[in-house]
C-alpha cells in the first residue's frame, strides 16, 4: 500500500499548488467578509478551506484516473486493486488534514491583524477556531467518504452528477436538521450554543471524528469490493 | 523451459456480440510472439484477461509459472505483475505531468526500478524531462512507455498495438530495442499488432486471433518460408484445391490466389503455376478471408 500512496502522491503534488493558491484566495476574502461578525465569524475562512479541500482533492484525482487510460494502466502496475483504493482514501485524508492544519495556522498568525475590530489572540479563540476548522473538514469528509464508491462503480463523470445530487440531499438534510422547530436542533444549541464549554466541543470534534473513522472504514471496503469486480 | 505468459483456454463473454472462446497461447523465453487480428478480434481484451484486468468466465491464466489473473491473491498479484511491462497504444500517464515526474508515478511501484536506467532511456530517446505529457508526440509518448516498461528488469514485456501509427524509423527503433530485449534468452515480448509488417522481421511465432477465438499459432518459418501463395486460374485453383490440404483460396476479378501451407510440395506438384512467397499480411488475409475445401 506504502508503494502505491508513494505513487498518488505524485500526482497530489502537481495538484497542491493549484488548490492551494486558491484555498488561499477564498481563506482571505471570507476572513475579511466575516471578521467584523466576531471571533466566530473570524473562522470562516478557515472552515471554508478545511471543508473544500476534501471534495476538491477526491475529485481531481479522481479526473486524473479517467485521463489517457490512467486508471487501466495504474492496474497492470504491481498495485492489488485494495492498495489502490486504501492509497487512494489515505491520500485524501493526509491532504485534507494539511490543508486543515495549514489553514488554521494562516488564520492565527492572522489573528493579532484583527485586533483592533475586537477579537481577541487569546486561546479561547485559537481553540474555537481549530475546532470549527477540524469539524467542517471531517463533515466535508464523511461527504467525500458517501461518494467515493460511486467513483469506483460508475466512473468520473457519472458519479460527479451522483455526488451533486447526493451532497444536495446531505445539504438539505442538515438544513432541516438544524432548523429551530426540529429538537435535533435544540439539543445541540442546548449543550454547544452561543458560549460552548470547550470541553463539550472537544467531545463533539471527537464525536464527528469516529463517525467519520466508521465511515471511512465501511466506505473504504464497500470501495474495494466494488473496485474488485469492476472490469478495467 | 518455463513458460513467462500461459492462457489456458480462457473465456469471457463481453457482450452481446462479443466474447473470448477457449483462448490458449503461450510465450515461452526468448521469444517475440506477434499477437495479429482485425479491429475488434479480441487482442486488447485476451491481454486485458493476461494482465488481470478483466474477470473470466472460464480458463487459466499463469504469469511465470504461477496462477494469475484477476481472482489471484494480492500479494502473487503484486509479485508477478512487477516482472512485467507494458506498452499500450497511446501514452497512459496524465496528461498534465511532465517527462520527469512520470518517475514518481510509476517508480514506486516496482521494488526492482532502476533510476539510472530510466535517465539514460530517457537520455537515448531523446525526450525532455521538461515536457508535458499532452505535448509528446505519439512516437515519444511510446518511447516514455518504453522506457517505463524497460527500467524495472521486466521479463516479459507486452505491447497492445504499441507500433500503430508510429513512422517507419520510430517502428524500427522500436523493433531494434525488442530483438535487443530478448536476446539473452530468457526474456520474452507479447506484440499485438495489425501492422504485420513488424512481425515479419521480428516475431518468432505468430498467433492470429478472429472474433474472439484463436485461429492460428505458427512459428513465423511456418508463414514467410514454407508458406506460399499460388497465383492462378480458376481451373489450376480447383485442382490445387483439391489436391492440397489446408489451401484457402480467395478470388479476384481476373486471378484466383490459393494458400498453400508448403510452398515447394506445391511447385513440385504443380510446376506451371506460379508459386510466392506469402507475407504475414497475405496469410492473415486469405486464412481469414479465404474459402477452404
Not at chain 1, 51 to 69: C, V, W
Request: proline content about 4%.
Amino acid at each position: 500500500m506504502k508503494r502505491a500512496f508513494m505513487s498518488e502522491l505524485a500526482i497530489v503534488r502537481t495538484l497542491a499548488p493549484s488548490i492551494a493558491g486558491v484555498g488561499l484566495f477564498i481563506f482571505v476574502v471570507l476572513t475579511l467578509a466575516n471578521a467584523t461578525d466576531g471571533d466566530s465569524g473570524m473562522s470562516a475562512g478557515a472552515c471554508a478551506v478545511s471543508a473544500m479541500s476534501p471534495i476538491i482533492i477526491m475529485n481531481s484525482l479522481a479526473g486524473y484516473d479517467n485521463q489517457n487510460g490512467w486508471e487501466r494502466y495504474r492496474a497492470t502496475l504491481p498495485f492489488s486493486r485494495k492498495d489502490i483504493i486504501c492509497a487512494r482514501y489515505l491520500c485524501i485524508v493526509v491532504f485534507s488534514v494539511v490543508m486543515a492544519c495549514a489553514a488554521t495556522f494562516l488564520n492565527i498568525l492572522a489573528l493579532p491583524l484583527f485586533d483592533p475590530m475586537g477579537i481577541p489572540s487569546i486561546c479561547q479563540t485559537i481553540f474555537e477556531i481549530a475546532t470549527a476548522s477540524a469539524a467542517s473538514m471531517l463533515i466535508s469528509l464523511m461527504m467525500v467518504f458517501l461518494t467515493q464508491p460511486l467513483f469506483y462503480r460508475f466512473g468520473h463523470m457519472e458519479a460527479l452528477r451522483l455526488s451533486l445530487g447526493l451532497f444536495a440531499l446531505f445539504g438539505c438534510g442538515t438544513m432541516a436538521m438544524l432548523s429551530s422547530s426540529n429538537p435535533i436542533s435544540n439539543w445541540l444549541m442546548s449543550i454547544a450554543g452561543a458560549n460552548p464549554d470547550p470541553a463539550v466541543l472537544s467531545c463533539l470534534r471527537a464525536g464527528i471524528a469516529v463517525l467519520a473513522l466508521a465511515l471511512c472504514a465501511i466506505s473504504c471496503t464497500v470501495s474495494t469490493k466494488v473496485y474488485r469486480v469492476r472490469d478495467l | 523451459m518455463q513458460n513467462l505468459l500461459e492462457l489456458k483456454g480462457i473465456s469471457r463473454t463481453v457482450s452481446d456480440r462479443f466474447s473470448l472462446r477457449d483462448v490458449t497461447l503461450a510465450v515461452e523465453p526468448g521469444q517475440i510472439v506477434g499477437f495479429v487480428g482485425a479491429n475488434g478480434a479480441g487482442k486488447t481484451t485476451a491481454i486485458r484477461a493476461a494482465l488481470g484486468l478483466i474477470k473470466l468466465d472460464a480458463g487459466e491464466v499463469h504469469l511465470f509459472g504461477q496462477r494469475c489473473g484477476a481472482d489471484a491473491p494480492d500479494e502473487s498479484q503484486r509479485h508477478l505483475r512487477s516482472r512485467v511491462g507494458l506498452v499500450l497504444d497511446t501514452c497512459p500517464f496524465p496528461s498534465t505531468l511532465k517527462v520527469g515526474q512520470i518517475e514518481a508515478l510509476v517508480g514506486p511501484a516496482y521494488p526492482t526500478w532502476d533510476r539510472e536506467t530510466f535517465a539514460g532511456f530517457i537520455n537515448r530517446f531523446g525526450l525532455d524531462p521538461k515536457t508535458k505529457v499532452k505535448d509528446l508526440s505519439r512516437g515519444m509518448g511510446m518511447k516514455l512507455q518504453l522506457a517505463c516498461a524497460l527500467s524495472h528488469n521486466a521479463k516479459l514485456l507486452v505491447l497492445d498495438e504499441a507500433t500503430a501509427g508510429l513512422d517507419p524509423m520510430a517502428r524500427e527503433e522500436l523493433l531494434d530495442e525488442l530483438l535487443a530485449f530478448v536476446a539473452d534468452g530468457q526474456r520474452s515480448v507479447l506484440l499485438s499488432s495489425h501492422i504485420t509488417s513488424d512481425l515479419d522481421r521480428a516475431a518468432d511465432r505468430v498467433i492470429c486471433i478472429d472474433n474472439g477465438s484463436i485461429v492460428f499459432d505458427l512459428p513465423r518459418e511456418d508463414i514467410t518460408d514454407r508458406a506460399g501463395i499460388a497465383h492462378c486460374t480458376r481451373a489450376q485453383a480447383a485442382e490445387l484445391m483439391a489436391c492440397v490440404d489446408g489451401a484457402r483460396v480467395a478470388h479476384h476479378a481476373y486471378s484466383v490466389d490459393v494458400l498453400v501451407p508448403n510452398r515447394r510440395e506445391a511447385l513440385e506438384a504443380f510446376p506451371e503455376i506460379p508459386c510466392d512467397r506469402v507475407t504475414i499480411d497475405d496469410y492473415l488475409r486469405l486464412t481469414l478471408k479465404g474459402a477452404s475445401k
